[in-house]
């Protein structure tokens, strides 16, 4: 279930903790319809130079990221606590020796 929750942190881009208290692994699969594409339009380069190709045909009937974790019995609950977090106060380049 951790390995689930880092997945949905990465995508949903915020925080997600595991509180299902199970352990062990899960053979399960998960489908759902994505957000619309919003990231660099298709035929430019994107941020590794390549160009970006066209996003998949969306389906406007399927299910969102949130109805599909209910479909597993999971909840996805909006909460607040206290997280450990990494604050990097400056940034210089390393100088030549």
């Given at each position: 279930?951790?390995?689930?929750?880092?997945?949905?942190?990465?995508?949903?881009?915020?925080?997600?903790l595991?509180?299902?208290?199970?352990?062990?692994l899960?053979?399960?699969?998960?489908?759902?319809?994505?957000?619309?594409?919003?990231?660099?339009?298709?035929?430019?380069?994107?941020?590794?130079?390549?160009?970006?190709?066209?996003?998949?045909?969306?389906?406007?009937?399927?299910?969102?990221?949130?109805?599909a974790?209910?479909?597993?019995?999971?909840?996805?609950?909006?909460?607040?606590?206290?997280?450990?977090?990494?604050?990097?106060?400056?940034?210089?380049?390393?100088?030549?020796?």
């Amino acid at each position: 279930m951790s390995f689930l929750a880092n997945f949905l942190s990465q995508w949903l881009g915020r925080p997600v903790l595991d509180k299902t208290g199970l352990d062990g692994l899960f053979d399960f699969r998960l489908h759902w319809t994505p957000l619309p594409f919003a990231g660099t339009p298709p035929g430019l380069p994107g941020p590794d130079g390549r160009e970006v190709s066209p996003p998949p045909v969306i389906d406007p009937s399927g299910v969102s990221i949130f109805t599909a974790i209910q479909e597993l019995g999971l909840k996805l609950e909006p909460a607040k606590e206290p997280l450990e977090v990494l604050v990097i106060d400056s940034v210089q380049k390393p100088h030549e020796n």
